[in-house]
């Protein structure tokens, strides 16, 4: 049983007044900030009389990626659909040769070596077993960080601009997850499945099809084969509404993006979370709620920077009839940090939960083999992002906040607890996780601003929050977390009614 719902009502109230009072906050000390001093930091506005932060490099680079490259995206639809409704088995053909070309025709020689090079080396790999697919992996990621440290970024710099060395990293680190995904599909398949279906699957065309795949090439979001796959029988399904219907939730979809990108174009104007970033020694001159207005804002840009980029891929290939995975949802209104990994990277998720994961364990393992296979989905994750020291603390964080999780539902589950509670009720006991949860929300959102943040924003705001803030500044903020928690418990509770 669930809250009143005027209690839910009074919680949403206060958690959006606090997050309308921070943001305020936040834009009153954005219009203090020397812009002369930071004049790098901006650029012209098309507001007029703002000035537009232009500090995330990320997203400036995928908006001119988007512009330099909206032709390849338009060829890719309208290519693949016209064999799509007269030679539909050669829908993958497509694919692959769309995005061979993409490939050699916008990326140095060198990039695209090491691109055929690593696709080459899975296609050796997957003919052994699975372990040496693993092997192989370890050494992708070994050499892809490797490149990242200064020494080779100086290397690199003789050959490739800044902005090429960028893409190429990017691009090769998506194609590393396809090609692992597609080459332990196929050796978990190999002893269990008919020599011959296991040859049509995995063909050495859908193998290049998959791992060029334009729309996901460049800025993702991971695909898993087994969701291409099954895309492959749907091509032979031809009929003239159906294309209509794709086409139009296609139109739709792209709105509802480019609605998200004017939005947080327009609170770039406003809201200068990415000079904060680079600047955070501006950080001892705010009060308290302009710190936790950029904190959200610093969140909140992360967020809408990849439902745009994301769903971009997503609908181009939901388009071709790929059961794509969802676009991130909104982090202000996810409380635990196991639907933060879950419904925010969708496709990162299916990766890390697929191949890892549950080859691991089972929903019914023992405790113990659950938190050993989330350490090792965890530092996946560390090493594919990088061997940095904050993001080594972040995973840390991330993780020690699942294993609370984990031992909290442990816990809870057990006729120990539900005896020792069942005298205060249910709404009760909700209130009480509420009140604990709300203290883990705290500390993985921390994190999480470490994370995009990096580590001076993180340890700046961790000392803050727990150390010099005070009383009352950790009062009101737990307050605060404590609404979020039940307001997106409220939300999540009605979606799992509807299905």
Known sequence: MGLPPFEVSVSLFLYVGALVCAIYHAFQYGQSIDILENENS?????LI???????DAEWESFVENTQKYVYW?????FLSEIVRQLEPHRVCFMHAAIGISFVWRNFEPLVAGAMFAMIFSYYVAMALQKRYVWMLTVVWLAILNMLKQSVWEERLSTMLNEKEVCDAMIALSWLLLRVTSFAIDYCNARPNEDPERIRIKFSTLHYLAYSFYLPVYLHGPPLIYERYAKMIPQNKLYRVQESWYRLEELVISLLRIGCVYVLNEICMHFIYANVVIYHPDQMEHMNLWAVYG??????????????????LGLSLAKFDRIDAPRKPMCIGRIHLYSKMWKHFDHGLHDFLFKHIYAEMC????????KLFASFVSFA??????????????????NLASLYIELFG??????????????????????????ILGGQLLISSSISNVMFIGGPNIGKWLMI???????LLNYLILSVTAYNLYQVSTFIFRCEEDKK
Do not use: M
């Not at 901006?42 to 098309?46: A, I, N, P, V």
């Not at 009389?49 to 500090?55: E, H």
């Not at 969140?299 to 994301?310: D, E, H, R, T």
């Not at 560390?382 to 603390?393: I, N, R």
């Open 73 to 77: 995206y338009i060829c890719h639809v």
């Open 362 to 369: 089972t929903r019914t393992s023992s405790l113990p083999r």
């Open 294 to 311: 950029f904190a959200y804002a610093i969140g909140q840009y992360f967020c809408n920077k990849y439902i745009v980029a994301y769903g």
């Open 464 to 470: 803050h929050t727990y150390f010099t803030g005070g």
């Open 42 to 46: 901006f650029s012209e506005g098309w």
């Open 409 to 434: 539902r442990h816990i809870s589950r057990s006729q120990q607890y539900r005896r020792f509670l069942k005298p205060i009720g249910s709404q009760n006991i909700q209130r009480l996780n509420a």
């Open 380 to 397: 996946f994750i560390y090493f594919w992002h990088g061997y940095y020291l904050f993001l080594l603390v972040w995973v840390f964080l």
């Open 49 to 55: 009389g703002r000035k537009r932060d232009d500090y």
